[in-house]
């Protein structure tokens, strides 16, 4: 993947530290885990026309077991429709929010927190609330402590040394700081003219942000002067941690989206606004576990028991008047099934779902031509001992190196209470959006390829990483997540336009020409966070219940 930018000290130093290394990496145990690519790809080859060996008929099928596809199985609970069916195309169900352990210690497979949810994702808040995470308090709203992320929370080695937060600070020069504070302005008047919203489904589709649309961010910054070095690689950093691409990809609205829809950008010296809120823990960290969003996905998904078929992958649904039936194939057996239901909630990957409806509807055609997904990889490192560590700010939860190709890694133990630093693992992240071929080289490279590019990233801040490594588990997403380019809002608009109100207050997405199916999944908003697909799984649940 192409960067701009070089860590401090020059790419000789880090091929010199990557061959002082390179003998040690030959140790380190691992491989591929957790997802199966070759699934997904059985649906390149014609579906089988011989006849089913299993019939079943339910209610309603659920396609599709991410968080979307939990939140409708949820939702339809909730409204006492339990004659459902849930397919799952891996071994489990939770989509990118699914975990796993490696050392007897759980850690993330992908997704690895959640921000505290404003009102306007007041469907992810009553989840919250029903998992005991959120209380009435003397008339305020409180986050239970032990989930909120523990301090220190983000470090970044920049110039040889680790300072507290992401946003470059040590020794940069007046200019820089000058172009934070000019950037922070342009958020607040962006938040003054639009509502950005989480989900966006709720947000204000203004004259302004339609405009911001129109172009990538890397456009809008030239236009508005916003040429630092530091600013752009934070800018561009941001981007790919949220939608797997960067500055030259993703549309203007969504650079802007990333901080006016959260509490906007501040400049080093800048406070954050006070004021009444309802909510006590507002400014606090975002929610986390060891698994990451794991823990909210086995949550989701141990209600739905047996009417979960994981293993499955959907290979046909044909939508008419009176009916929705759907082929699937398990893939542990090698049986061919075939689902009648009444109704259906789509929970897919919009790429997915245009190749298996029958017929195709008009918006699901149109959306999914315009959609463009990030490959991501995620790797596991089990290291036996902690890690020494650089001068500067104190280990953190997240720890991100200044001009690396990866977004750096998040500590499973951050959040443990033991007193004595031990045994841990680390979950490093890689963003392949903006690789012209990632996608191909995800699939295509060995394991050892990308544990010994990702042992010598890591060991310009740890040069004892490779030697305290004992096993590396990698996790590829060919398509973890839509990535915002331009013209997505215009997109989503259009969708809104077109949506039903569920009876959830949310909009549901059900068209006309398919009046028995229901969609749902984060690829509809146009990037992939858990407010986005838990929202839109549950007003569908809500609609067909």
């Known amino acids: 993947m192409q960067r701009r930018f070089l860590l401090r000290g020059g790419a000789g130093s880090l091929l010199a530290l990557a061959g002082c290394t390179k003998q040690q990496h030959g140790a380190i145990e691992g ?18 026309t011989r006849a089913p060996d299993d019939v079943r008929h339910v209610h309603t099928v659920i396609a ?22 849930l397919l799952e195309l891996e071994d489990a169900a939770g989509g990118n929010s699914r975990g796993m352990r490696l050392g ?9 927190y959640l921000p505290l949810p404003g009102d306007d994702a007041r469907a992810v808040q009553d989840l919250l609330e029903e998992l ?21 929370q983000e470090r970044l080695f920049f110039g040889g040394q680790w300072q507290d937060g992401l946003l470059p600070q040590q020794g940069v020069g007046a200019a820089t700081l000058a172009q934070y504070r000019r950037f922070a302005d342009a958020v607040r008047r962006a938040q003054q003219a639009a509502h950005y919203a989480i989900p966006v489904q709720k947000s204000s589709f203004a004259p302004s942000q339609l405009a911001q649309d129109a172009i990538n961010f890397e456009s809008w910054l030239t236009q508005h002067g916003l040429d630092d070095a530091q600013l752009r690689w934070y800018l561009d950093y941001c981007c790919r941690d949220d939608y797997g691409a960067g500055l030259a990809r993703v549309s203007a609205w969504a650079g802007i989206h990333y901080f006016a829809s959260r509490h906007g950008f501040h400049a080093p010296g800048e406070g954050v606004d006070g004021g009444a809120d309802e909510d006590a823990n507002e400014g606090a960290g975002p929610l986390t576990w060891p698994e990451g969003n794991a823990w909210l996905a086995t949550r989701l998904a141990a209600p739905v028991g047996d009417r979960l078929h994981a ?7 044909v939508h008419g008047r009176h009916g929705v039936t759907v082929d699937a194939l398990d893939t542990a057996s090698g049986r061919l099934e075939r689902w009648q239901a009444r109704q259906a909630v789509v929970a897919l990957p919009l790429w997915v779902a245009a190749r298996v409806l029958d017929p195709l509807p008009a918006a699901v055609r149109q959306r999914a031509a315009g959609l463009r997904t990030a490959p991501w990889l995620v790797a596991n490192l089990q290291l036996r001992a902690p890690l020494d560590d650089r001068p500067g700010a104190a280990p953190s939860w997240d720890n991100v190196l200044y001009g690396a190709p990866g977004l750096g890694y998040v500590d499973a133990m951050h959040q443990s209470l033991h007193p004595v630093p031990g045994a841990t693992v680390l979950t490093y992240y890689r963003a392949l959006g903006d690789a012209s071929e990632g996608r191909a080289q995800l699939l295509a490279r060995p394991w050892t390829h990308w544990r010994d590019a990702i042992v010598a990233e890591l060991s310009a801040a740890h040069p004892d990483l490779a030697a305290k490594t004992e096993r590396i588990a990698l996790v590829r997403h060919g398509h973890a997540m839509a990535v915002p380019t331009p013209g997505t809002l215009g997109q989503v608009a259009a969708l809104r336009a077109a949506a039903h109100p569920a009876r ?11 009046p028995r199916l229901a969609f749902a999944h984060a690829d509809w908003s146009g990037y992939s966070v858990f407010e986005e697909a838990f929202t839109l799984g549950h007003a569908a649940g809500t609609a067909l219940g």
Not at 32 to 48: K, Q
Not at 139 to 150: A, I
Not at 311 to 317: D, H, L, M, S
């Open 31 to 48: 491989g591929f885990a957790g997802t199966h690519p070759e699934r997904g790809h059985l649906l390149r080859a014609p579906w089988p």
């Open 64 to 85: 599709g077991g991410g968080i979307a596809g939990l939140a409708a199985a949820r939702a339809l609970r909730l409204a006492g429709h339990d004659d459902f069916a």
């Open 104 to 112: 007897g210690i759980a850690c993330p497979q992908g997704a690895h």
């Open 132 to 152: 005991g995470l959120r209380r009435r308090v003397a008339g305020r709203w409180q986050y239970d402590e032990l989930h909120l992320c523990h301090s220190p």
């Open 311 to 317: 293993a499955r992958v959907v290979g046909r649904i």
């Open 504 to 514: 959830s207050g949310e909009l549901a997405l059900a068209f006309a020409d398919a």
